[in-house]
Structures are given as C-alpha cells and as structure tokens.
Nanobody, 125 residues
C-alpha cells in the first residue's frame, strides 16, 4: 500500500512562510495518479488546498492561488506545499492525500486513497 508522512508544520506569524513535506512510502508496484494537500480548521469541513497530477498539472483553491505552490520531487517521492504570505485563516491541520493504484497499465487509474496523519499549521496575528 501507500503510506504518507507529513512534516513541516508549526507556528508562524502573519506574512511568514512555511514549507510542508509529504514523504510517500510505497513499493514500485504502486503508481500515483494524483497527490494533493487538504486542510481542516476547527469546526470546519476538510477542504482541498492544492492538487497535482501528471496529466493536468497543479490546481489550487481560490484561497491558495498566488500564495501556495504544490510540487513533487519524483526522485525522492516527496510532495511539498510551499506556503507564503500566511494569514490567520490558514490555521488548520494540513493533510497529504494520494490517489494510487497498481502499476502495469498504460495509465494509473487511482482507485485507492491514502491520507497522512496531518500536521498542524498555526498562523498568529
């Protein structure tokens, strides 16, 4: 299966930057169709922040556009979320997400989902 391990969260002041990392632990028999970052603030539903697929590239929630960047180091199998110009409303637990499947086909259908354990990001004003 595919396991995800996040790191990089913490406390930051308004206007600061943080870079989250998500290590993807998988055997070569599994392919990744998409990776993404979600967040969940207290009392709110989990929401998509940014996603990355090999076919469509990166996409962002309106709240993240222009401030956040999702990227992937394919050689090291690590997914990043660079967050700049942080705001108090960015405070949340951030989760890494992967859509994956068994390798071998022409494409990677991504019928399976894995989540990381989450990392807390707190932005103080």
């Amino acid at each position: 299966q595919v396991q995800l391990v996040e790191s990089g969260g913490g406390l930051m002041q308004v206007g600061g930057s943080l870079k989250l990392s998500c290590e993807v632990k998988r055997k070569s028999t599994f392919c990744l169709a998409a990776v993404a970052w979600y967040r969940q603030a207290p009392g709110k539903e989990r929401e998509l922040v940014a996603a990355l697929t090999s076919s469509t590239g990166a996409s962002y929630a309106d709240s993240a556009k222009g401030r956040f960047t999702i990227s992937r180091d394919n050689a090291r199998d690590i997914v990043y979320l660079q967050m700049n110009s942080l705001k108090p409303e960015d405070t949340a637990v951030y989760y890494c997400n992967a859509q994956w499947d068994y390798s071998g086909g022409y494409t990677c259908p991504g019928d399976f989902t894995s989540w990381g354990q989450g990392t807390q990001v707190t932005v103080s004003s």
